[in-house]
C-alpha cells in the first residue's frame, strides 16, 4: 500500500462545476499538507498549504484536511477551462527531512 | 509566492555527454534543494535531497556517480548527468524549501533532457 492514495482520474467536468480533488494517507505522523496544480510540461505550482486539520480557502479554491480520517480534500468551485491540469496531493511530517510525500496526482479536464 | 528557476529549460544531446542542470532559488534562501525525476503522465520521484555545503543524500537506487549534485550556495544547485543515455531521458525538476514556510517546497518550471 503507498502512503499517499490519489485517484490519478482522468475527470472531466464541464465549465462552471464543482470539482471534488482527494487524497488519503496512512502515516499519522503528517502534519503539513499541500495542494500542487501541474500543467503540462511545466513545474508543479504551489495551490494551498494546511498545517494540521481544518479549512482553508482562497479565492475558488478550498482545502479541507481531515486527520481523524486521514483524509484531504481540495474543492475548486466555478472551474474554468484554465482550471485544466493535474493536481498533486503531497505531504509531509517533522520527520520526513522535508521531504514531500506525493500522491499520484489527478488530471482534470474542464470543458466548456 | 516563491520564485525557482531552472536553466535550461530544455536540453538535447548525444549519448555519452554529461549535462548540467542549474536551479536557482531567486527572492528566498534555500538550505535545502531537491531533485526530482518525472515520467509522461506519472507523479514526481524525488532523486536526491541536496544540502548547502554538505553533500547530497540520494535516494534508494539513485546513482549518485552518474548524477552530481552541488549545492554551493544558498541560491544554487546543480544536477549534472555524468555520461548521459537515452533511458536518461526524462524531466527532470528541482525545488528549494522555504524554511519561513514549514515543509513547504517550491518548484523550479523543469528541465527536459532527451539523450539520443
Known amino acids: 500500500q503507498k502512503e499517499v492514495e490519489q485517484d490519478p482520474g482522468p475527470l472531466s467536468v464541464p465549465e462552471g462545476a464543482i470539482v471534488s480533488l482527494n487524497c488519503t494517507y496512512s502515516?499519522?505522523?503528517?502534519?503539513?499538507f499541500m495542494w500542487y496544480r501541474q500543467y503540462s510540461r511545466k513545474g508543479p505550482e504551489l495551490l494551498m498549504y494546511?498545517?494540521?486539520?481544518g479549512n482553508k480557502e482562497d479565492g475558488r479554491f478550498t482545502a479541507q484536511v481531515d486527520k481523524s480520517s486521514k483524509y484531504i480534500s481540495l474543492f475548486i468551485r466555478d472551474s474554468q477551462p484554465s482550471d485544466s491540469a493535474t493536481y498533486l496531493c503531497?505531504?509531509?511530517?517533522?520527520?520526513?527531512?522535508?521531504?514531500?510525500?506525493f500522491g499520484q496526482g489527478t488530471e482534470l479536464s474542464v470543458k466548456p | 509566492g516563491a520564485v525557482v528557476s531552472q536553466h535550461p529549460s530544455r536540453v538535447i544531446c548525444k549519448s555519452g555527454t554529461s549535462v548540467k542542470i542549474e536551479c536557482r532559488s531567486l527572492?528566498?534562501?534555500?538550505?535545502?534543494m531537491f531533485w526530482y525525476r518525472q515520467f509522461p503522465k506519472q507523479s514526481l520521484m524525488l532523486m536526491a535531497t541536496?544540502?548547502?555545503?554538505?553533500?547530497?543524500?540520494?535516494e534508494q537506487g539513485v546513482e549518485k556517480d552518474k548524477f552530481l549534485i552541488n549545492h554551493a550556495s544558498l541560491t544554487l544547485s546543480t544536477l549534472t548527468v555524468t555520461s548521459a543515455h537515452p533511458e536518461d531521458s526524462s524531466f527532470y525538476i528541482c525545488?528549494?524549501?522555504?524554511?519561513?514556510?514549514?515543509?513547504?517546497?517550491?518548484f523550479g518550471p523543469g528541465t527536459r533532457l532527451l539523450v539520443l
Open positions: 525545488s528549494a524549501g522555504d524554511s519561513s514556510y514549514q515543509e513547504t517546497q517550491y
Open positions: 502515516n499519522s505522523a503528517f502534519q503539513y
Open positions: 494546511t498545517y494540521s486539520s
Open positions: 503531497a505531504m509531509s511530517g517533522d520527520n520526513q527531512g522535508g521531504k514531500l510525500i
Open positions: 527572492d528566498f534562501q534555500a538550505t535545502t
Open positions: 541536496s544540502n548547502e555545503g554538505s553533500k547530497a543524500t540520494y
